[in-house]
């Protein structure tokens, strides 16, 4: 009996040494303030009525990635102190499986850092007890911490220090962990939120702030390490994502902090919502992410899959081509082309269009967007740096295709101080212990200045186009603001949106080649008919003529001759008139008593149809009306007869081309002519010819 005992309480000790002797790796506020952490306390405002400090306000939410067989435990220092205070979590389907006002209680400081207990685990070490949940559904679970009360928090804390849980919207420490199968060890790196909506409480001095330390994992596989470095908000909000500010109505990036922190609908993707193809919110990390982390997992939005660990993607361009709007490789018309190219991975891309002949015979042109993974088309609009269209004839010019990945991008919402500058770093993702690049990049240009404190040096280190910058070392300069400042209001973060953002570049992808530019006036300049008068049983021949006034030259441009009920086709003739051709002979539809050819005409040339036509018995009395029409080839500007319909389509039809040419203006692309009349009885001979025809009106 006294050996069984004996050996009873070994074991015992041996289980309780165990216990102790694995760390908690707890996920949240104790990873933003280790033991000796400098700074101060930034709590979790943890309440869903958005304002201009925290525009993007929920729950303190967090999602967390599990294994079936693991366990979740949660905590806070709002548990079962009162008022609204609660804990919820959602299952990867979105049922809610835990709400919870009691238990998972972090009561001080001491406790936090000491960690929560696994499961089963005696008192001791100063770890608290949590809330469990076992895993039955592996994917990502949904957690909301929800505060005592919802008034701002009225006092501060220094980041080692003990606090006091208080009746506000602040939560001082939370802690999302997993522990393992075998409940012998915790697994770090599963936890990540979109948005931290965060407060220093009232007090916001020049000599201390926020110096929590975040991992940031973007969609493309790399990490960044996201050093706060004492910034200073009191109440403010901070989210990372890919394009920063948006244009409302491109939705493109604008590389640019706002002077504001409202009325943000349509400027910034709202990181409370689910991602879409352009638009990515990445996830903060309290620790550097897990290796197991798969690629997806189902959850954060129930019924479908959310990215998590993706392999790292190069960020690279290939088969570079321009193709004009209507499909032509190489040409383009007032109506521009696309730059088409394969995007290796998703991101921001620059295109640079350059003329390569001396002197350059236009501006250069940069056009900045958004890049999806596989194959792009970026709209040109066939105008140069300045807006001018560019001029007619074969252009020599490279087309320069540069695609940024790992973009990322820092935006502090509310944010007075910043006076060190945030420190952001890349890390290798062959080894996370290195620091690949630090650079980072901003424009605060428009920002209002401030009543206290000094303005970002300098104000401007973007050079306008992202792929022109060089940055600046986050370590050594950074993004500051706020430094000399004194008082509550009026430094330069002040309800102000401030975008800091960084990302690596891939080789660029270019192709050097002629732009074609082809700019015709394209007109149907004559119909004459040989009699005005006709009956039964005449023959009656029309002379068409059709002409480019150039500039350019075209080829395959669509030629119709239109003839009424009752004329039945004879013969006809073509005349180059030494210069034109027929790509395609006229061919005749008696469905639609439509001649249809395709026509070569260099610029200048004037080409002649005669038609002989039949008239019988079945000609309607009255005049006869015919129609010639001439259209442009695909990818030719023809000045008063280019649609300007968006989507854009390739000519099909000239009544549409001249009817939408925005000019308000006939189009001489259609000529009418009804001149013929044709009667039961022969014409007198005093009956003569007297006009050629009418435009079509283009309205």
């Known amino acids: 009996m006294r050996h069984s005992t004996k050996f009873y309480y070994v074991g015992y000790l041996l289980i309780c040494l165990l216990f102790a002797s694995q760390s908690s790796y707890a996920d949240g506020s104790k990873d933003l303030y280790p033991s000796g952490k400098a700074g101060r306390r930034a709590y979790l405002r943890a309440y869903t009525l958005a304002n ?15 294994k079936v067989g693991e366990v979740i435990t949660l905590a806070s220092s709002a548990q079962n102190t009162g008022g609204n ?21 972090i009561s ?7 960690g929560p207990r696994f499961v089963g685990e005696p008192a001791g070490n100063n770890r608290y007890v949590p809330i469990y949940h076992t895993v039955t559904i592996e994917g990502i679970y949904r957690v909301e911490f929800v505060a005592r009360g919802t008034g701002d928090p009225s006092t501060s804390y220094n980041a080692d220090a003990n606090w006091t849980e208080a009746n506000d919207a602040g939560i001082r420490a939370w802690d999302v962990s997993i522990i393992n199968a075998t409940n012998d060890a915790f697994i770090s790196g599963r936890v990540y939120t979109n948005v ?23 969609k493309d596989g790399y990490t960044y390490r996201v050093n706060n470095n004492g910034n200073n908000g009191m109440y403010f909000t901070f989210l990372v994502n890919n394009n920063g500010f948006l244009n ?16 943000l609908s349509g400027q910034i993707h709202d990181p409370n919502t689910a991602d879409n193809s352009k638009q990515i919110t990445h996830k903060m990390f309290y620790t550097l992410p897990a290796n197991d982390l798969p690629t997806t997992a189902s959850g954060a939005v129930p019924g479908s899959n959310t990215w998590l660990k993706n392999t790292v993607v190069v960020p690279e361009v290939t088969d570079v081509k321009l193709v004009g709007v209507d499909g032509t490789i190489g040409q383009v018309s007032n109506k521009g082309g696309y730059i088409r190219f394969t995007a290796g991975t998703q991101g921001n891309v620059t295109i640079l269009i350059e003329s390569t002949q001396s002197p350059a015979a236009f501006v250069p042109r940069t056009i900045t967007g958004f890049a999806s993974s596989g194959v792009n088309n970026v709209l040109w609009y066939g105008k140069d740096g300045t807006g001018a269209a560019l001029p007619a004839g074969n252009v020599p010019a490279k087309v320069t295709v540069s695609l940024q990945g790992a973009e990322v991008h820092f935006p502090f919402f509310d944010m007075e101080y910043n006076r060190l500058g945030t420190i952001i770093e890349l890390l290798d993702h062959n080894n996370l212990n290195n620091v690949v690049s630090d650079l980072v990049y901003w424009n605060d240009t428009g920002i209002s200045a401030p009543t206290s404190g000094d303005i970002p040096n300098p104000i401007n280190n973007s050079q306008l186009a992202p792929s022109n910058s060089t940055g600046i070392s986050s370590n050594s300069n950074g993004h500051k603001w706020g430094v000399n400042g004194s008082g509550t209001g009026g430094l330069f973060g002040d309800n102000k949106s401030i975008d800091t953002w960084t990302f690596i570049k891939g080789a660029n992808a270019e192709i050097t080649s002629t732009v074609v530019v082809k700019i015709a006036d394209l007109k149907v300049s004559e119909i004459t008919p040989n009699k005005t008068a006709v009956v039964s049983g005449d023959n009656i021949t029309y ?50 008593r ?21 008239v019988t018995n079945t000609t309607v009395a009255g005049n006869q009306q015919v129609t010639a ?14 649609s300007n319909i968006t989507p854009t389509v390739p000519p099909t039809d000239p009544y549409v081309e001249c009817a939408n040419n925005g000019l308000g203006v006939a189009c001489n692309n259609i000529l009418n002519n009804t001149n013929v009349v044709f009667t039961s009885t022969p014409p007198s001979p005093e009956m003569r010819l007297t006009k050629t025809g009418t435009y079509a009106d283009s309205n």
């Open 108 to 114: 001080n400081r001491t406790a936090e850092l000491a």
């Open 52 to 66: 201009a400090n925290w525009p993007f306000a929920n729950d303190g939410a967090h999602y967390v990635y599990a």
């Open 196 to 218: 931290l909506n965060l407060t220093n409480g009232t007090t916001s001095p020049n000599n201390t702030g926020f110096e929590g330390i975040l991992h940031v994992l973007t």
């Open 594 to 614: 439509t001649y249809s050819s395709q026509l070569d005409l260099p610029n200048g040339c004037e080409i002649t149809y005669d038609v002989t036509v039949l």
């Open 629 to 642: 029409t001439i259209l442009r080839p695909n990818d030719v500007t023809d000045p008063d007869a280019t």
């Open 543 to 592: 002379t068409i003529k059709v002409k480019n006034d150039g500039p350019s030259d075209v080829e395959a441009a669509p030629f119709t001759f239109v003839i009424p009920t009752g004329f039945n086709p004879q013969s006809f003739t073509f005349s180059g008139n030494g210069c034109g051709t027929e790509a395609l002979g006229l061919s005749y539809d008696a469905a639609t």
């Open 85 to 105: 205070a609660r804990i919820r979590l959602f299952n990867p389907s979105g049922i809610q499986v835990i709400n919870n006002t009691s238990n998972g209680q």
């Open 248 to 263: 409302q109505t491109t939705q493109e990036p604008i590389y640019k902090s706002l002077n504001t922190t409202s009325g």
